[in-house]
């Protein structure tokens, strides 16, 4: 008897249900044709007035059981969600997103192609302390057949007090040594009135983690066509990293390069934590190629080299690490620069692992 009865409430219950959803479809049906005729108007189609009205219409009528701010929280959600259907499809995915671009960006940098499936590593010291110094490292990366030389000149330090780079001297510097190398040159750029005039000396601008989020800069660097190599923020979400990476190509510039470089978490084993996972979700979410930086996420020298295996095994298109002649008197970074034998035996070491020219491709 009692079963009948609650068979009974069930059916009338999925009676509602259809009833609801023949008529919040109904709804959106109608919202989309009021959208049409503001498009045509050219009207905003979200209006924050006419949705008050809506609500307190309701809420006037509303006799429970539910209280009013339910019933607004339930509305609110409908009108969401109809607003919703308005917005097309290529507004909503992002530029820089697989949806958007089912195949890889493909980089071509001095011969080399990022992305192209093939592994393309980026080797150079923390920072530019002299022509000589840049000239050994760069003398190494050539004779390992690598392409890319990384150096910094404008250095993000954390305290005002600690080196902060030899600024355009050191982009010459870079730029002398790589042209007599054969070499490109990825250096960072930290203030948006120096991308112009970086042009001139660097073939890759790289935006550092701590400037992530320097929007600024990022429409700079999207308004040139130089490729850019973005690092992830010290905190930042992959969804923040996209987001900063969109910044760039919604100014038109589709040259960039994702690095992940570590994260802070309370981990003090490591400088940051290497976050490997958010190598495959971002092949995955974007179609732009994708780096790990082994230096510093790890600041480690000793983990560097599983660190970069761990990184080309989960898909990375290349490593980052950071090489100086002689480690214990570098400017910056000391604790995790390899010196040239330790930086031979590393890339010997990664090129047995995972050869640069892929076999499968
Ligand atoms: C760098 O690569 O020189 C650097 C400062 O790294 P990050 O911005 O990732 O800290
Ligand atoms: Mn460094």
Redo the contacts with the bound molecule.
């Keep these: 008897m009692l079963s009948n009865e609650l068979e009974q409430l069930r059916q009338q219950l999925d009676g509602v249900n259809n009833d609801l959803l023949e008529l919040i479809n109904q709804r959106a049906e109608i919202v989309q044709q009021i959208g049409q005729v503001k498009n045509k108007q050219s009207i905003n189609r979200f209006d924050p007035v006419r949705e008050r009205k809506m609500l307190d219409e309701l809420t006037q009528k509303n006799h429970g059981p539910f209280e009013n701010s339910t019933i607004e929280h339930i509305f609110k959600e409908i009108f969401k969600a109809s607003l919703e259907l308005q917005v097309d499809d290529h507004r909503k995915a992002l530029l820089v997103s697989r949806k958007m671009q089912a195949e890889d960006t493909i980089i071509e940098i001095k011969g080399e192609k990022i992305g192209d499936g093939n592994l393309h590593h980026i080797m150079g010291p923390?920072?530019v302390e002299s022509y000589e110094q840049v000239s050994q490292v760069a003398k190494a990366v050539k004779q390992k057949g690598l392409k890319m030389l990384?150096g910094?000149a404008f250095?993000?330090r954390t305290s005002p007090y600690d080196f902060q780079g030899l600024g355009v001297e050191g982009l010459q510097i870079l730029k002398q040594v790589a042209d007599e190398q054969d070499l490109a040159v990825v250096s960072?750029i930290v203030n948006p009135a120096h991308v112009e005039k970086a042009l001139d000396y660097v073939d890759v601008i790289?935006i550092?983690?701590?400037?992530m989020q320097n929007f600024e800069l990022l429409k700079a660097a999207g308004e040139t066509d130089k490729p850019v190599l973005l690092?992830?923020g010290?905190s930042a979400t992959i969804s923040e990293f996209i987001n900063a990476a969109e910044y760039i190509i919604s100014r038109g510039n589709r040259n960039i390069i994702l690095?992940e470089?570590?994260i802070r978490t309370y981990e003090k084993a490591t400088r940051n934590t290497l976050d490997i996972s958010a190598v495959p979700i971002l092949k995955q979410e974007t179609h732009l190629p994708v780096m790990v930086?082994v230096?510093?996420s790890t600041g480690r020298r000793d983990i560097l080299l599983p660190a970069a295996k761990a990184a080309v095994a989960i898909g990375a298109d290349g490593v980052?690490a950071?090489v100086h002649p002689d480690p214990a008197v570098a400017l910056?970074?000391a604790a995790q620069q390899m010196d040239i034998p330790t930086f031979d035996r590393f890339m010997n070491a990664l090129d047995e692992y995972a050869p640069r020219v892929s076999m499968q491709k």
């Design positions: 923390c920072s990384r910094g250095k993000p960072e790289q550092g983690a701590r400037n690092k992830r010290l690095c470089r570590g930086d230096t510093h980052m950071e910056s970074d």
